[in-house]
T-cell receptor
Framework: TQLLEQSPQFLSIQEGENLTVYCNSSSVFSSLQWYRQEPGEGPVLLVTVVTGGEVKKLKRLTFQFGDARKDSSLHITAAQPGDTGLYLC???????????FGTGTRLQVTL | ETGVTQSPTHLIKTRGQQVTLRCSSQSGHNTVSWYQQALGQGPQFIFQYYREEENGRGNFPPRFSGLQFPNYSSELNVNALELDDSALYLC?????????????FGAGTRLSVL
């Protein structure tokens, strides 16, 4: 059973469109991270959200942590082909800083 | 470039064989975590090594074992390979094993078990 469910699983959009990816859980987390993984590479950390209700912006990417710290969203404005990749949310659990990853959202942005 | 290197990049084995994957951590990092990523899924935590000691383990059988060396590089060993072991194996290094330490991932080793 996946602790973190992401939706949608796949998203294919055209350049310039907006999109939102969701990461949901029934558990409460002290923090949550978002990663992007491109083909042939490992995941790269985009952001860490810590406080319930927190909003962080990274250029055209906006990340929000739910008030109850059980869910998060990633919104991309005016998507570009360079945004193509696998987006993963992850929660840090346990004292060993084990990362529990979500199911992933594969984004394809075409011209 | 994260400074984390893994070798080999690709590997093909047959069922029942044994495999060793290697990871060199980023300079100054003393902690290495290993993850298994099946096709189309998110990575799953295998285990973590902190200063040469296992510091946490995920839900993987004992035939998955590891080592960390004094220079903090690490190995992942898998015995009696099964078809379901086919996956991308990722290692991540960090400075310390606590929850506030950012993990930097290598590009992974793609293992195919036939």
């Amino acid at each position: 059973t996946q602790l973190l469910e992401q939706s949608p699983q796949f998203l294919s959009i055209q350049e310039g469109e907006n999109l939102t990816v969701y990461c949901n859980s029934s558990s409460v987390f002290s923090s949550l991270q978002w990663y992007r993984q491109e083909p042939g590479e490992g995941p790269v950390l985009l952001v860490t959200v810590v406080t319930g209700g927190e909003v962080k912006k990274l250029k055209r990417l906006t990340f929000q942590f739910g008030d109850a710290r059980k869910d998060s969203s990633l919104h991309i404005t005016a998507a570009q082909p360079g945004d193509t990749g696998l987006y993963l949310c992850a929660a840090i659990t346990g004292t060993a800083s084990k990362l529990t990853f979500g199911t992933g959202t594969r984004l394809q942005v075409t011209l | 470039e994260t400074g984390v290197t893994q070798s080999p990049t690709h590997l093909i084995k047959t069922r029942g064989q044994q495999v060793t994957l290697r990871c060199s951590s980023q300079s100054g990092h003393n902690t290495v975590s290993w993850y298994q990523q099946a096709l189309g899924q998110g990575p799953q935590f295998i285990f973590q090594y902190y200063r040469e000691e296992e510091n946490g383990r995920g839900n993987f059988p004992p035939r998955f074992s590891g080592l960390q060396f004094p220079n903090y590089s690490s190995e992942l060993n898998v015995n009696a390979l099964e078809l379901d072991d086919s996956a991308l194996y990722l290692c991540a290094s960090s400075l310390g094993g606590g929850p506030k330490n950012i993990q930097y991932f290598g590009a992974g080793t793609r293992l195919s078990v036939l």
